[in-house]
């Protein structure tokens, strides 16, 4: 598998509806906000945040579910009329999968980049078991150092993991603050990433496009996910951003929210009228 060529500057048409993009781990609703640019004025961008680490203070690890994240975007979802377009990268990434397959008929079609829903690992193989392994030493290191009253180091370890040693003391003061302050949620998010019960086999149920997209410097977890979806969904196709990792949609924005819009727009093109599609050809 090679990494695809992404032309950001190719002319797309005009997109129009609602789209719902779910940032990642520790970020928040303003991660896309470029993406916003990208779709246009005639585009209404939702983008609902995750629960923040104050939750962390009110349940049990085991009682925190994927399910209780996918709230928000399903009030959204129910609130208005027609379809929506999913957007979700990794942590929101696994969170639209459960958006989609509790609204499959709201949705017009979905983007993901590497979802970590390290839950369907179990599904894969010797090379699912060997990832799980992998991230489940990262979600140990993450929760002892919380459970100890170190959040920095928490995160520290969560950082280093996603972008690569040392990344953790390149970062700004007050995105570290920022980090540290999430840090408390952390251990939820992997408890709910890797024992929700949804298997493999459920997502073929899905028949709406859905771009799959992955760094090609992804870590084996997400890597392995991001490849065996369109296995499992017929609706879905790979693509391989060139050069970037796990945080592709921050390193490598422009090309990623470029194969974003033009994913959406295309779903909207193929389901236009007749007259539109003879306009715009």
């Known amino acids: 598998m090679t990494a695809v060529p992404i032309d950001v500057d190719s002319p797309r048409p005009a997109i129009e509806g609602r789209v719902i993009a779910l940032h990642c781990s520790g970020a928040s609703a303003g991660q896309w906000r ?3 640019e990208a779709l246009g004025r005639e585009c209404e961008l939702l983008t609902p945040e995750h629960f923040g680490p104050e939750v962390a203070g009110s349940t049990q690890p085991s009682r925190f579910a994927l399910a209780d994240e996918a709230a928000r975007s399903l009030a959204l979802i129910d609130a208005g009329d027609g379809k929506v377009h999913l957007v979700g990268h990794s942590y929101g990434g696994a969170v639209a999968l459960q958006v989609a397959l509790a609204r499959p008929d709201r949705i017009a079609s979905m983007t993901l980049y590497e979802p970590a829903a390290f839950h369907l690992l179990d599904d894969l193989g010797a090379d699912g078991a060997a990832g799980f392994i992998e991230i489940a030493a990262v979600a140990r290191r993450v929760r002892c150092a919380v459970d100890a009253g170190d959040n920095e180091a928490a995160v520290a370890a969560f950082v280093d993991y996603w972008n690569g040693a040392g990344m953790w003391a390149k970062l700004s ?5 920022d980090l540290t302050r999430w840090a408390p949620k952390a251990p ?9 019960s949804t298997a493999l ?3 073929a149920v899905l028949d709406f496009p859905t771009l799959v ?18 296995d499992v969904m017929d609706c879905a196709q790979l693509e391989i ?4 990792g796990h945080l592709g949609p921050l390193t490598h924005a422009a090309a990623v929210r470029a194969r974003i819009a033009t994913h959406i727009a295309s779903t909207k093109a193929v389901q236009a009228p007749q007259s539109w599609m003879t306009r715009a050809a």
């Open 34 to 36: 470029p993406l916003g």
């Open 213 to 230: 997209l992955r760094g090609e410097l992804a870590p084996t977890p997400t890597r392995l996910i991001a490849d065996a979806l369109p």
């Open 173 to 177: 003061s007050q995105v570290r603050k």
């Open 201 to 203: 086999h459920d997502l």
């Open 188 to 196: 939820l998010e992997f408890a709910a990433l890797m024992h929700e």
């Open 241 to 244: 951003i060139a050069g970037a």
